[in-house]
């Protein structure tokens, strides 16, 4: 069940790379929350060896059977979001954003393209708030045994 949203937009890049098989790499290099005036497309920046856009229209969003990966996520020393993307029209166009640890690792077992991009400290509050509201971290070790 979706029990909140925080709508977003992922910052994406494109580089040239000295490589045998491709002159340029893409990928997701940021995330920011979308206040709802950005426009679906906007190009931040371009250079031969470098542009950087923005991508609205993406949401976060969280639920309940994710709740293990939230906390994992939250937890972790970098805590991330994970970004999916795929190309269209010549460009790298995120199509899905998670902030759950085990979708993230799905995302990237999935064999599509995926990065993991650090987590800005309002997204990051958002959802340490969503978590102390309806998540309980389960007991570590047994549970329900009585020792004595």
Not at 51 to 72: A, K, P
Request: hydrophobic share 35%.
């Amino acid at each position: 069940m979706k029990m909140a949203s925080m709508p977003i937009a992922v910052i994406m890049q494109r580089r040239t790379v000295q490589h045998r098989w491709a002159d340029e790499a893409w990928g997701a290099v940021g995330v920011v929350p979308d206040r709802g005036d950005l426009p679906r497309l906007q190009v931040l920046s371009e250079s031969p060896d470098r542009d950087y856009y923005l991508v609205s229209g993406l949401e976060l969003e969280l639920y309940t059977d994710e709740h293990e990966g939230y906390y994992e996520n939250c937890m972790s020393p970098e805590s991330k979001v994970f970004v999916l993307w795929r190309m269209e029209e010549g460009k790298a166009v995120p199509v899905r954003a998670s902030v759950s640890y085990v979708e993230g690792t799905r995302m990237f077992d999935s064999g599509e393209q995926a990065d993991g991009v650090a987590m800005p400290a309002d997204i990051y509050a958002w959802l340490a708030a969503y978590l102390r509201e309806h998540y309980q971290p389960r007991p570590r070790g047994r549970r329900g045994h009585q020792h004595g």
